[in-house]
């Protein structure tokens, strides 16, 4: 993975390049968003995983309009997306001065803690543990649904092509192989049950990209494979863009994805935007945002504001990891970590253009 760097107002900020992720090149992984005059006191960055990039390019503009109405001062977000792993590895290294985190995983947050750059409890320094919204993991197919892929057991069968990301960058990769190896123990299934039918899709992966989004792009744009394993909010807008062509697919259960934020205390400090970082993250809970949020595709945690949006947001099962782990840590040790679960089942699949 290449990587340079490209000044951008008052700090350096790492300028990520994946490889063959068409589509985050094209886009570019860090935006600005300023006030119109041009001038901005303040700046934070929030480091983010790969598919949110229309949710913050949404939610930063009103954001900013009540920052500036409430304090009297101006303030620009830049954005940072890639794998949610991958940008939690960044940010624990120096290498992303991130002052606030979106990730995709609990986990992924709670891996700066380990590295000194946050404090123990910092969960609890906002609303509902710090998770403004949840999403799952679901199915996106070709229109007809010609394999009749309806639940987890059917990406086992026949020569049906799976596209996944990498479960060792992508927070999309990790919750898809959490969601397959749950679909089987949580309805009775044993272990071995569930590490056949995670090796049997990993084979039919025909190669495992670093990120969520690149990932749909392979499959929506470049028409490879048959299945795509996708966040919803993903799943949702591939299905729209597709204008016919895709469909999505929600099998019976999945398991509950919890996004997680926090500020970077180390970084804040250094950086003079702890004020700033701290709104923004509460701005994601206001009702505001939280309906941004729903209109996106990502299931916030307003109850009353997601029952606004059940026809796009539908009630289905959704497990929690403490069925298949104490907590997102354990899943992450017991199922990522060097010889983990994975391991025993995954092999590497770079892409080969």
């Known amino acids: 993975m290449a990587e340079g760097s490209k000044r951008l107002g008052f700090r350096r900020i790492p300028w990520l390049n994946i ?12 935006l600005v968003t300023k006030n119109s005059q041009g001038f901005v006191a303040h700046y934070i960055l929030n480091v983010s995983y790969d598919p949110t990039r229309e949710l913050y390019q949404a939610l930063n503009p009103q954001f900013i309009k009540q920052y500036e109405v409430q304090s009297g001062s101006s303030v620009a977000v830049r954005q940072s997306h890639a794998g949610s792993s991958y940008q939690a590895r960044l940010v624990a290294k120096g290498e992303l001065k991130a002052d606030v985190v979106t990730l995709g995983l609990p986990s992924d947050v709670d891996g700066l803690r380990n590295k000194g750059l946050i404090p123990d409890g910092w969960e609890k320094r906002l609303p509902n543990n710090s998770r403004p919204y949840e999403s799952t993991i679901v199915f996106v197919v070709r229109k007809g649904n010609p394999h009749a892929i309806h639940d987890w057991p059917d990406l086992a069968k026949g020569d049906v092509e799976v596209i996944v990301p990498d479960p060792k960058t992508s927070g999309n990769g ?11 123990v949580v309805r009775g299934g044993d272990e071995r049950e569930a590490r056949a039918l995670l090796k049997a899709i990993y ?10 989004r690149s990932a749909g792009v392979a499959f929506a744009v470049e028409k490879k494979g048959d299945v795509h394993l996708a966040w ?28 997680t934020v926090a500020w970077v205390d180390a970084n804040v400090v250094k950086h003079g935007s702890e004020v700033q970082a701290k709104a923004y993250l509460n701005f994601l809970f206001t009702d ?21 949006h059940a026809d796009r947001l539908p009630d289905i099962r959704l497990f929690p990891i403490t069925a298949i782990a104490r907590d997102w840590v354990d899943a992450q040790n017991r199922f990522f970590a060097e010889n983990g679960i ?12």
């Open 288 to 308: 505001e945002a939280q309906e941004i949020i729903a209109r996106e595709g990502y299931r916030p945690f307003n109850a009353q504001i997601l029952a606004r």
């Open 174 to 184: 990790k919750l898809a192989a959490l969601a397959a190896w749950g679909s089987v």
């Open 342 to 353: 994975i391991d025993a089942v995954y092999s590497p699949k770079p892409r080969i253009d």
């Open 203 to 212: 084979d039919r992966a025909p190669f495992l990209d670093p990120a969520a």
């Open 232 to 259: 919803e909010n993903e799943a949702l807008r591939e299905a729209k863009e597709s204008k016919g062509a895709l469909e999505v697919v929600y099998p019976p259960i999945s398991i509950r994805a919890e996004p």
């Open 19 to 30: 490889g063959a992720v068409v589509a985050i090149a094209v886009a570019g992984l860090v």
